[in-house]
């Protein structure tokens, strides 16, 4: 019965591969996001989708390609991984877009680029 | 810019006693949430306050907003080990198309 889910936990890859990373939400919610968290906790929005419509595209290098094939599904895929990618990537999503609705998160995908 | 920042960066008190920590931001905000995260784990929603609120209880939790100050504070009363996690304060800025902005957060430990 988990709200939002994503996959993989971990993730532990060389630079310069492909990888992605899925999001799934049973919540009914019509938004969608990705946010990155660094090493020091910073939490830092990187994509924003509603119903399935990109809304917020936080200057991310190109090579994040977020995709939305339907209002319960996010997934980011990342080109190319640099050593500067490895953080934990969270999924989240809100009833809507409207100011005040609280995110739920999933719990996260740590990602390790060597 | 970065919006929200906590103060300070790192609590530790014993059970049972009080926990305030604080949050500054930049911009007109339409609503501050606060956020837990315990270690491992994703956020959770714990309290909003609407820009036009001053004041707002939920169990053991009390948020303070002053809007003139751009600062927020969270207290946790008679804390528990269990309240041992890091908290984040979260703006939604006027105008932003809900950009929720959060801050580098305050750790806190809870001693048992």
């Known amino acids: 019965d988990t709200a939002v889910s994503q996959t993989p936990k971990y993730l532990v890859t060389q630079m310069g591969n492909d990888k992605s990373i899925k999001c799934e939400q049973n919540?009914?919610?019509?938004?969608m996001y990705w946010y990155k968290q660094d090493s020091k906790k910073f939490l830092k929005i990187m994509f924003s989708?509603?119903?399935?419509?990109?809304?917020i595209n936080e200057t991310v290098p190109n090579r994040f390609s977020p995709k939305s094939p339907d209002k319960a599904h996010l997934n980011l895929h990342i080109n190319s991984l640099e050593l500067g990618d490895s953080a934990v990537y969270f999924c989240?999503?809100?009833?809507?877009?409207?100011?005040?609705?609280?995110?739920?998160f999933g719990n996260g995908t740590r990602l390790t680029v060597t | 810019s970065q919006q929200g920042e906590e103060d300070p960066q790192a609590l530790s008190i014993q059970e049972g006693e009080n926990a305030t920590m604080n949050c500054s931001y930049k911009?007109?905000?339409?609503?501050l949430q606060w956020y837990r995260q315990n270690s491992g784990r994703g956020l959770v929603h714990l309290i909003l306050?609407?820009?036009?609120?001053r004041e707002k209880h939920s169990g053991r939790l009390r948020v303070t907003l002053d809007t003139s100050k751009k600062s927020s504070s969270l207290l946790i009363t008679a804390s528990r080990a269990a309240d041992t996690a890091s908290y984040f304060c979260?703006?939604?800025?006027?105008?932003?198309?809900?950009?929720?902005?959060f801050g580098k957060g305050t750790l806190l430990t809870v001693n048992p």
């Open positions: 979260a703006t939604d800025a006027s105008g932003s198309n809900y950009k929720l902005t």
């Open positions: 989708y509603n119903n399935k419509e990109l809304i």
């Open positions: 919540l009914g919610h019509d938004t």
């Open positions: 989240a999503s809100s009833q809507g877009m409207q100011a005040g609705s609280p995110l739920h």
């Open positions: 306050i609407r820009s036009n609120e």
């Open positions: 911009t007109s905000i339409n609503n």
